[in-house]
Structures are given as structure tokens and as C-alpha cells.
């Protein structure tokens, strides 16, 4: 489509076309997509991950620099927003084994001649987990598998206890900042996390540079902040981190962990492991080392000492922003992190290096004489490996200006071969089935919607399949946590979506030295291709939510998910009714004492109260009003879409309150236990990180058996929905006044 001229010809509702002379109408999002160059990506790629640029590195400051400039290049008003954050670098690293035999952990990733940029070593960060507390501990040592509640429930089974211990946790199962805090709640005194084979190593396909797995020396740094309670600066909490800003004193922050953690390879994990006695661990707790996986404790005892620089380090977000020609009020916010652990090709650069492309076509879109209707803000974000810093302390600083004008925030963080994977709120989940139906997927040239309806399909129960083939919307997941979106969508209430394809790949480099440049054109998107189509979909978005002129939120989409999320909720705790009434009874029966091993003993459970009937009719209720809201106001706008091109005050109003609609779903006091999160439909899980927890305030007052509260929770996320259905209805009767 370059080079042709476009006429003037603008029809004023939904998606612009314009029409280019000889030929049917072309809107700006086709042109757009048509400008897109794969080529262009892999450069910008190999620029941002030439060198190591983590937080507070001279290369991250350079990157952010260059970008700067090329935004600026693109004919984007562009600036550095920075912050001063807490970021901890290690001082001593030490792991030996005392007992039985000795043995001293390397705690080192080996540069490889046929990586080349596995060899940057003094500019490589080693390998540990940073918010760490310092600590210099000497203990036996006790296996808890993925170091999950339910994990120490099982070891309690078996007799065992962590107090006093040092326990060895695998990565995986739940987010890793949960890993050392339900471990110092259990007693232990020092948390070492190692990257088992089976999850992301030989188990699963050779390791590199053979293939793509993570070899014996690998190591999966990372942040073991407590990102449940509160993303962002560790001492400044709902605040920006601003030069000026109180800090809290490190001793007080909630989020650092509260025993010395230390991440480690399998190589330096397997003679620990190797060492230990005591009950065999369960088999869905065994990993694919060859030795028998026993829990301990001991007789393995080991010396953990970790000692951290704690300093103050500058973020530096790069924000560009498009001024819109009729909502300049209205903005649409589009961000990825820049930062890394090391050299980061894919994580965080194949997210990255496509908005790039997206803000150099959206500027090549503007010499064509685009003029975007909303603002238009791209970020690209530092510090969100440690505890997506960048992203928040920016959006606590901005927070009532993005309350009152973000139409949406779309996030993207890496990016792979394969699917489009989707989440987000779910007010936009037609809205992006409607975007991906348009965008072409690169291997087959299907849309890129079609292809994962298939994908769902092909792996989907019978059930599933029934809905993927005659429901109009394929569902968006809903999010949790663990990248840059967290601070819109869960502390502001800002309309969020999270976008990026994967699926094909299975990868064993994460947050080592080994991703980078070499590697990702090795083994995962090559050519590009698919960082093309991520931001072919992505400008898509960008450009109809900006020249959309009634914003295109969706209500039934949002109230059938919330009536799935009741029905979960309702057969969770049935589920455990019936679990713990089972369970009493086989105590009662003497079924434990009946199938004992007299030479593996292991505890019966406790007798333990049945939880109560709760009543959910006010969710129930709530929501059933929210589905009938939700569909006249689908019926309303149908018949009231002709007239909205000549009645454009009525289109400003509806807008105004559209764009609150998310924030009625949101609570100022916040979660129970964790009031920066403010969402009552999603949340990070208190106990599993990033995975989300919808409805979490019920759901997970069930899961602690807090019925009391469970039933509190019920009735706040009711009035939230009644706010909703209330919002929806006010809308809808503005567009009312169109029809008479
Ligand atoms: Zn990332």
C-alpha cells in the first residue's frame, strides 16, 4: 500500500477508511499493517541486546537514550521520565555444603565460544535474586518442592518441619518472590531455588547450545519481591519514587523477603539434593536429576551467605506521546520494559523491538496525513524485572491524570512463534476478537484469530469445543500479575489488555546469560515474523481505539465471564465441603490407620470443620441485572449507531462515562491483606504471584478459610457490579435520546 495517495473521503464512526484512488476502501490500521517490516525489528533487536542493560547498567541508560531519539526521529514528542529505586546488587555470593562431604556451589553461568555475547562478563550481572535480604545462616537442609502451601501441608504429613532449616525450592508452580515468603512463614531460615531439568531443562529437550533447554549451568535470576502484596519501589509504596519522595526505612518494607534467598543451577543444586535422607518425596515432587528425590532434613547441611549493595539506582522510561486532533483528553497508553536481566533478546526485547516498529509506521502513518483522534502515549519501561518498577512509580505519579484519561492500556512483554494469547479486561474482549480477525498470522495466513480458535480446539475438552464453535468471541484471559500492566489495570482501574503470541516454543534461557541476539535467531522467531504480527495486532488496537468515535466497550462479554467466575466460586467451596467431609470421615472410620505403612509413617489429618453454606445471591442478583443492562445496551447502540456521525455531544457523553467503567470495578480500601490492589475481579494470588485469582477477595477468603470475610467480600463485589450495571444503564439511556 505504499506510495499510493489517499483521498479525504472520512466516514466520522468506528474505523476510518479512506480510499485510495482506483482501488476500494484501504482504513489506516491496513496501511499500517502494510508498513510493518520484520527486517526493522530484528535490527532494533539487535541494538537493544547487544549488551548487558539492566537497571542502573550504562547500557540500559544508552538504550533508553537511542530510543528516545528514534521516537523522536519518528516525529513523536518524546522525553526520559526517571525515578530513583531501590536496586540491590550483590556483594558476596556464597553456597557450600559442610555436611556429609563438602562441596562449594560455582554460582556461575560458563561463557560459551559460540555464544558471542555470553562472554560480556564484566558487564553481566551475577547470578542471585534481587530484594534478598542480607543473611549469613548455617542449617540442614529440606526439600518442599515448588514451596507452595500445599506443599508444606504434604511435608507436615510426613513429619517434617522447615523451622530452623534452609529449604530447596524448584522454580516453577507459582511466582518465585512466593517461594521464600511462604518458607519464612513455615520457620526456615535461608531459601536456595533451583531450575529443575524436568521443567525447563533435558527433560524437555537438549540443552544449549545443543538445543534450546537450560543446561547444567544455567541460572534463572530474578526478583523474590513480594509482588502480591504491592508492585513498584520497594520503600515507597503507592508513591513515586520521586527524588523527593519518603522512603520507608529498608527494615520496613513489606515486600522484601524476610530470609537470605539465592537462585542456583541444577549443577550446583544436584550433590545438595543428592545429600539428603529422610521420607522419599512424593512422585509428582520428583524432578528428572537422576538420584532419588528425598525431602530430609539433612543430613545435608549448608552455609548460605548473601550480602547486597543496597542502593538507590535511576529508571529511565522513555515516553512518546501523538497528540489527538478531537480527544486530546483521551489516551491511549501502549507499553513493553526495556530493561533486562542480561542481554534480554527475548525477554524483554521481542516485545520491545515490535512497538518500535509500531511507533516508526504510526509516524509514517502521520506524514500520510493520519491525524490520530486521542492522544496516543507509547512507553518503553525500565526496572520492571525487579518488580516492574518503571511502570509503577509511573503510574502512581501520573494517577489521577490516567484515571480521568486512559481509554486503554495495552501491554506486551516478549514475544514467540505460534498463538495469539490475549488478556485483559473484559469489557474489550470483542474489541481485540475483532482486531485479531484482521491481522494475518505469518505460517499460515489464516487470520491470526481463526488459527487460535483452532489451536483451542484442537486441544480443548468437549465442552470447550462446543463453545469455540458457536460462541462469536474466543474468551480473554483475565491477569494477574508479573509485567508492566499491574499498575493500571489492578492499583488504577485502568481498561487493560496484555498481548503476544507463543506456543510453539519451549524455551530454558529465561533471565540467563544465554538470551540474547544469538540465541533468539537461533531458536525462536528467527525471522521475526511473529514480532511483526504482534505489532500488526497491536498498532491495529492502537489505531481503532484512537479513532474510534464511541469507545468500543462491550458489557455482555463482561457479564457472561463474571456469571463463570460465580459458578467457580460456588464449586470451589462445594469441592471443599465435599473434600473435607470425605476426609473426616475416613479419620473417623479408621481408614488412615487402616492403610498405614508401619515402616513410612506418615500423620493422618486433623478432624476439620465443614466450611458453612455462603450465601451468593447478591452476587447472583447483581449480576443477572448486570447481563440485562449489558444487553439493552447493545440493543440501544445498534439502533443508535446511524445517528451518532451528527451528534457528536451525545458521543462525547457517552464516552465520559465509558471511560470510568473499569474504575467501577475497582475499590479504594483494596484487597483484604493487600490494599494496592484494587481490582475485585483480578488479582495476583496471595500465595501463587503472577498466576491471577478472579474474584479474589471471595476466592481466596474460602481457600483460608475465612467464611466471615468471604461473605463481606460477596457483598463489595456486588455493589461494584450494581456500580456497573448503574454506569451501563446511564449510557444507555443517553443513547436513548437519540432513537425518539
Ligand atoms: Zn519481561
Known amino acids: 500500500m505504499r506510495g499510493l495517495v489517499a483521498c479525504a473521503l472520512v466516514i466520522v464512526i468506528g474505523i476510518a477508511p479512506i480510499v485510495v484512488s482506483g482501488q476500494g476502501p484501504v482504513t489506516w490500521d491496513a496501511k499500517f499493517r502494510a508498513i510493518t517490516d520484520a527486517k526493522r525489528i530484528g535490527e532494533y533487536m539487535k541494538r537493544l541486546s547487544a549488551r548487558p542493560h539492566h537497571v542502573g547498567s550504562a547500557y540500559d541508560k544508552d538504550n533508553a537514550e537511542w530510543m528516545l531519539e528514534r521516537f523522536k526521529e519518528w516525529g513523536w514528542d518524546a522525553q526520559i521520565e526517571s525515578y530513583d529505586v531501590l536496586f540491590t546488587t550483590p556483594k558476596e555470593r556464597l553456597l557450600e555444603m559442610i555436611a556429609p562431604a563438602p562441596f562449594k556451589a560455582t554460582l556461575e553461568e560458563p561463557a560459551l565460544a559460540v555464544d558471542p555475547t555470553s562472554g560480556q562478563k564484566s558487564e553481566q550481572l551475577p547470578t542471585y535474586n534481587v530484594y534478598s535480604v542480607d543473611g549469613d545462616v548455617t542449617a540442614p537442609l529440606v526439600y518442599v518442592n515448588y514451596g507452595r502451601p500445599a506443599d508444606y501441608e504434604v511435608l507436615d504429613r510426613h513429619g517434617v518441619s522447615v523451622k530452623g532449616a534452609i529449604v530447596i525450592v524448584r522454580y516453577g508452580g507459582a511466582f518465585r518472590g512466593i517461594k521464600p515468603k511462604v518458607a519464612a512463614e513455615h520457620g526456615a531460615i535461608g531459601c536456595l531455588i533451583y531450575s529443575d531439568p524436568r521443567d525447563d531443562g533435558y527433560f524437555v529437550d537438549d540443552v544449549f547450545p545443543k538445543g534450546p533447554m537450560r543446561n547444567r549451568d544455567g541460572v534463572q535470576r530474578g526478583s523474590v519481591m513480594d509482588l502480591s502484596t504491592a508492585a513498584g519501589d520497594p520503600l515507597t509504596p503507592g508513591v513515586a519514587a520521586t527524588a523527593d519522595a519518603k522512603r520507608l526505612a529498608i527494615q520496613d518494607s513489606p515486600t522484601l523477603t524476610k530470609i537470605p534467598t539465592l537462585p542456583i543451577s541444577y549443577g550446583d543444586a544436584q550433590p545438595l539434593l543428592a545429600a539428603l535422607a529422610g521420607p522419599m518425596a512424593p512422585e509428582d515432587w520428583r524432578g528428572a536429576l537422576p538420584i532419588p528425590y528425598h525431602i530430609g532434613p539433612g543430613p545435608a547441611r549448608v552455609h548460605l551467605k548473601v550480602t547486597f549493595n543496597w542502593d538507590l539506582k535511576p529508571v529511565y522510561n522513555v515516553i512518546a506521546r501523538i497528540s489527538g486532533s478531537t480527544f486530546p483528553d483521551e489516551w491511549i497508553v501502549r507499553g513493553n520494559h526495556h530493561d533486562a536481566w542480561v542481554n534480554g533478546a527475548q525477554d524483554p526485547v521481542s516485545g520491545m523491538a515490535p512497538e518500535l516498529e509500531e511507533a516508526r509506521a504510526l509516524g509514517e502513518l502521520r506524514r500520510q496525513r493520519w491525524r490520530p483522534k486521542r492522544t496516543i502515549v507509547y512507553a518503553a519501561w525500565d526496572g520492571e524485572e525487579t518488580g516492574l518498577l518503571g511502570s509503577t512509580e509511573w503510574a502512581e505519579h501520573h494517577a489521577t491524570e490516567l484515571r480521568e484519561k486512559v481509554v486503554t492500556y495495552i501491554n506486551s512483554d516478549g514475544n514467540g512463534r505460534g498463538f495469539l494469547n490475549a488478556g485483559g479486561s473484559h469489557a474489550l474482549e470483542q474489541f481485540i476478537n475483532g482486531v485479531a480477525r484482521d491481522v494475518e498470522d505469518p505460517d499460515t495466513n489464516l487470520s491470526v484469530w481463526k488459527r487460535l480458535q483452532a489451536a483451542r480446539i484442537a486441544r480443548g475438552s468437549a465442552e470447550q469445543r462446543a463453545e469455540l464453535r458457536s460462541r462469536a468471541d474466543l474468551r480473554i484471559e483475565a491477569l494477574g500479575s508479573g509485567s508492566d500492566y499491574s499498575a493500571f489495570l ?234 456497573e450495571t448503574a454506569l451501563i444503564e446511564a449510557v444507555t439511556s443517553d443513547l436513548e435520546t437519540l432513537t425518539k
Open 490 to 723: 489492578q492499583h488504577l482501574g485502568v481498561p487493560t489488555l496484555s498481548l503476544g503470541f507463543g506456543g510453539l516454543d519451549e524455551d530454558g534461557i529465561y533471565h540467563s546469560i544465554y538470551d540474547d541476539f544469538d540465541y533468539f535467531t537461533k531458536f525462536l522467531d528467527s525471522d521475526f515474523r511473529y514480532g511483526r504480527a504482534l505489532a500488526q495486532t497491536t498498532g491495529t488496537a492502537v489505531i481503532r481505539l484512537s479513532d474510534a468515535d464511541l469507545l468500543p466497550f462491550e458489557f455482555t462479554n463482561l457479564a457472561d465471564t463474571v456469571q463463570t467466575y460465580i459458578k467457580e466460586l460456588q464449586a470451589l467451596l462445594k469441592q471443599r465441603q465435599d473434600d473435607i467431609k470425605e476426609r473426616n470421615r475416613q479419620v473417623e472410620d479408621g481408614i488412615f490407620a487402616a492403610v498405614a505403612d508401619s515402616r513410612r509413617p506418615t500423620r493422618p489429618p486433623q478432624i476439620e470443620t465443614v466450611p458453612p453454606a455462603l450465601n451468593f445471591a447478591p452476587l447472583e442478583n447483581a449480576t443477572t441485572a448486570l447481563s440485562r443492562a449489558a444487553e439493552r445496551y447493545k440493543k440501544v447502540l445498534d439502533a443508535a449507531r446511524p445517528r451518532l456521525a451528527e451528534q457528536s455531544a451525545v458521543v462525547r457523553a457517552v464516552n465520559a462515562r465509558l471511560i470510568r467503567s473499569e474504575q467501577q470495578l475497582v475499590d479504594a480500601a483494596g484487597l483484604p491483606r493487600r490494599p494496592w490492589y484494587r481490582h475485585l475481579l483480578y488479582a495476583p494470588g496471595y500465595y501463587t504471584g503472577y498466576m491471577v485469582k478472579t474474584v479474589p477477595g471471595v476466592r481466596e477468603a474460602i481457600e483460608e478459610k475465612q467464611y466471615a470475610e468471604a461473605e463481606a467480600e460477596v457483598l463489595r463485589v456486588a455493589s461494584a457490579l450494581d456500580r
